[in-house]
């Protein structure tokens, strides 16, 4: 005996778009594509670091500390590409950004005095950094310093307050000095 055919279900007809509905499509759509495109545009490019390594704004890989490292009696070396002074203060050493606090003149190192000195208006500085007389707000700025192990791994690293940091004992680590990371000078009066 045949089977009796069960009736098809009815599919549901869309009306035609109208112009102006097509039109608020379109317009969404466009937005909707734009959003996308623009977010993930910005989602990748700050998904790079913005500077190389090497490059002020980075970090400076300076080498083996043993090799770098300026002594107590030393004077501060500067370092150009990175823009700082790096000073030994009784075992304990600090990188300081290389410009005056004041109104952002370089400040020099001065051996007969034994303190840095700017020559715009006068500010000058102890070799830690810490203010001593003129129109400057706050002692100098420092910048985070690191000591890296052969792998790359940091085993010590400036504090929060960018205080002098003791030298490790061990001479094989490297130094690096992010000069992306600047802690600002403590105010005084
Ligand atoms: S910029 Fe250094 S004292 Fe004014």
Same mark, same amino acid.
């Given at each position: 005996?045949?089977?009796?055919?069960?009736?098809?279900?009815?599919?549901?007809?869309?009306?035609?778009?109208?112009?102006?509905?097509?039109?608020?499509?379109?317009?969404?759509?466009?937005?909707?594509?734009?959003?996308?495109?623009?977010?993930?545009?910005?989602?990748?490019?700050?998904?790079?670091?913005?500077?190389?390594?090497?490059?002020?704004?980075?970090?400076?890989?300076?080498?083996?500390?043993?090799?770098?490292?300026?002594?107590?009696?030393?004077? &501060?070396?500067?370092?150009?590409?990175?823009?700082?002074?790096?000073?030994?203060? %009784? !075992?304990?050493?600090? *990188? @300081?950004? $290389?410009?005056?606090?004041?109104?952002?003149?370089?400040?020099?190192?001065?051996?007969?005095?034994?303190?840095?000195?700017?020559?715009?208006?006068?500010?000058?500085?102890?070799?830690?950094?810490?203010?001593?007389?003129?129109?400057? &707000?706050?002692?100098?700025?420092?910048?985070?310093?690191?000591?890296?192990?052969? %792998? !790359?791994?940091?085993? *010590? @690293?400036? $504090?929060?307050?960018?205080?002098?940091?003791?030298?490790?004992?061990?001479?094989?680590?490297?130094?690096?000095?992010?000069?992306?990371?600047?802690?600002?000078?403590?105010?005084?009066?």
């Amino acid at each position: 005996m045949a089977e009796a055919k069960t009736a098809e279900p009815a599919i549901p007809v869309m009306p035609p778009l109208t112009r102006r509905e097509f039109l608020n499509y379109a317009w969404l759509a466009s937005l909707g594509f734009v959003f996308v495109v623009g977010f993930g545009g910005a989602t990748f490019f700050f998904s790079f670091p913005r500077f190389k390594v090497g490059e002020f704004g980075g970090v400076i890989p300076l080498g083996k500390a043993g090799d770098v490292l300026p002594k107590p009696t030393d004077p &501060p070396l500067h370092n150009a590409e990175g823009k700082f002074w790096l000073a030994n203060i %009784n !075992g304990a050493v600090l *990188a @300081l950004y $290389d410009v005056c606090v004041h109104l952002g003149c370089l400040y020099q190192w001065q051996p007969v005095s034994g303190r840095f000195e700017c020559p715009c208006h006068g500010s000058k500085y102890q070799k830690d950094g810490t203010y001593i007389e003129g129109p400057a &707000p706050r002692s100098l700025d420092r910048m985070v310093i690191s000591f890296v192990d052969a %792998n !790359g791994k940091p085993v *010590a @690293l400036t $504090d929060p307050k960018g205080v002098p940091m003791q030298i490790p004992s061990d001479t094989n680590l490297n130094i690096e000095i992010d000069t992306g990371k600047i802690i600002q000078g403590t105010g005084h009066g």
